[in-house]
């Protein structure tokens, strides 16, 4: 590593899928500038979804820690893995430490660099729900992350309120977008170049569910909810890309392995997921991720939580909170089904997200920082300010 020229290096911490999604835009940002060098350390927190985006993206990782976190204690594996990158950072001596959302590994990496005294940009930074224990652990993962970094990439005007009702300093905070936008539309584009059929097939809906709180009864009863459209819209077809996770995956093929028009499958590769968002009709989801992404689709998202740290979904009308209550679930499916001009309120698209500049907007602030520079101006804040919806 000694020909990196130690204070233009920029260490990118990736642990799960939805990091690797919205960091590589970063990571393909950072290494377009001049001067500037990324380095990607994948920690192993999920490992062979991780592999398949870096490689959508066209990036290789320089290190891999081989972690995977369903071995470890919460506490033990953010221990351990911070301790794992504290020594990747004495080796490499970067001068900025990225790390996204909210997971044990950018928690992980976040003390690391804390402890390395290297300079933290948090990517996605000021989403909350408002309560600690929900989702848990990543809303307390978020509050430490906010309070380690010295850079804050906030994805909306809402997050960077939350930021900044928490003490943190103004002109730490950068209003850029969220860079899952970035990724959505460089893998879209890419769909509608090789003419791969993404026509929206009235009736094809796709779930996800894969949260720790979504685990046991409350997958129970949205899978209740699903084998319920199921029988009450013979023309409909589900469409379930099982998360790898044993809790979730053993739970839906249980309860909807049988039923004819339920189509269970492993996790998808990015390319293949954004098409099937593409081609449905509605979505039915837990995921963070997902919540961004479908509206930016024109696809009306029903959210499977009591609580949501992307409220402007919601009021933008293009996103509705369902919980996990099956009758609530089925009347809202329904609504969408059978009302057209209900269903046509939610499709409009639009997003609250940013106008797919994050990642550029998140490697030039962090090279104006590594060249001493201050960022830039409050004129310069206001251009460069995402557009939304
Ligand atoms: N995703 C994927 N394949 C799948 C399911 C999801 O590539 O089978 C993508 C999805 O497009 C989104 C991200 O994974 O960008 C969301 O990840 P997840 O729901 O696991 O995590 P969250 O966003 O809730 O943190």
């Given at each position: 590593?000694?020909?990196h ?6 260490l990118?911490v990736?642990?799960?899928r939805?990091e ?30 991780v592999d398949?985006?870096l490689?959508?993206?066209?990036i290789?990782a320089?290190?891999?820690l ?7 204690a919460l506490?033990?594996?953010?221990r351990?893995l ?8 004495a080796a490499?001596r970067?001068g900025?430490?990225l790390?996204q959302g ?5 928690l ?6 804390r402890?390395?005294?290297v ?10 729900s ?6 848990f652990?990543?809303e307390a ?10 850079l804050?990439f906030a994805?909306?005007?809402e997050a960077?309120e939350?930021l ?6 103004p002109?730490s905070i950068w209003l850029?977008g969220n ?5 959505l539309r460089?893998v879209s ?7 791969e059929?993404?026509?929206?097939e009235?009736?094809t ?18 899978c209740?909810a ?6 009450r ?11 790898p ?9 249980r ?6 028009r339920?189509?269970l499958?492993g996790?998808?590769?990015?390319l293949?997921f954004v ?5 449905a ?15 930016a ?10 609580e949501?740290?992307r409220?402007e979904?919601?009021?933008l009308g293009?996103?509705?909170l369902v ?8 009347h809202e ?7 057209e ?9 639009g ?15 962090s ?5 001493g ?11 460069i300010?995402?557009r939304t919806?």
């Amino acid at each position: 590593m000694a020909d990196h020229g130690a204070r233009r290096l920029v260490l990118c911490v990736i642990g799960t899928r939805p990091e690797a999604i919205k960091m590589a835009p970063v990571v393909r940002a950072l290494g377009v500038r001049p001067g500037l060098r990324p380095i990607v350390l994948k920690t192993g927190q999920h490992d062979g979804a991780v592999d398949e985006i870096l490689e959508t993206f066209g990036i290789e990782a320089d290190f891999d820690l081989g972690f995977l976190s369903r071995r470890a204690a919460l506490e033990r594996a953010v221990r351990e893995l911070s301790d794992s990158i504290a020594g990747v950072l004495a080796a490499v001596r970067p001068g900025v430490v990225l790390v996204q959302g909210d997971t044990t590994s950018a928690l992980a990496g976040a003390w690391a660099s804390r402890r390395r005294g290297v300079l933290l940009g948090h990517v996605e930074a000021g989403l909350r729900s408002g309560n600690l224990r929900a989702p848990f652990p990543e809303e307390a993962n978020r509050v430490v992350i906010a309070q380690l970094a010295a850079l804050h990439f906030a994805p909306t005007a809402e997050a960077r309120e939350n930021l900044l009702r928490e003490g943190i300093e103004p002109a730490s905070i950068w209003l850029t977008g969220n860079t899952v936008i970035d990724a959505l539309r460089a893998v879209s584009d890419r769909l509608d170049q090789r003419g791969e059929s993404c026509q929206t097939e009235r009736r094809t809906i796709l779930v996800t569910a894969h949260r720790r709180d979504s685990w046991g009864a409350p997958l129970e009863r949205i899978c209740r909810a699903v084998a319920e459209i199921h029988d009450r819209y013979p023309d409909v077809e589900i469409r379930w890309p099982l998360h790898p996770n044993p809790c979730v995956a053993e739970t839906v093929t249980r309860a909807l392995g049988a039923l004819a028009r339920v189509r269970l499958t492993g996790p998808l590769p990015y390319l293949a997921f954004v098409a099937a968002m593409k081609q449905a009709a509605l979505i039915l989801t837990d995921s963070g991720g997902i919540q961004e992404e479908a509206p930016a689709l024109g696809k009306p998202v029903l959210v499977l939580r009591e609580e949501t740290e992307r409220p402007e979904v919601l009021a933008l009308g293009v996103a509705r909170l369902v919980g996990r209550d099956p009758e609530r679930i089925v009347h809202e499916v329904s609504r969408l089904l059978e009302d057209e001009s209900a269903y046509a309120r939610m499709a409009r698209g639009g997003s609250p997200y940013g106008d797919g500049q994050a990642a550029q907007r998140i490697a030039r602030i962090s090279q104006a920082r590594l060249d001493g520079r201050d960022g830039f101006s409050a004129a310069v804040q206001a251009r460069i300010t995402p557009r939304t919806a």
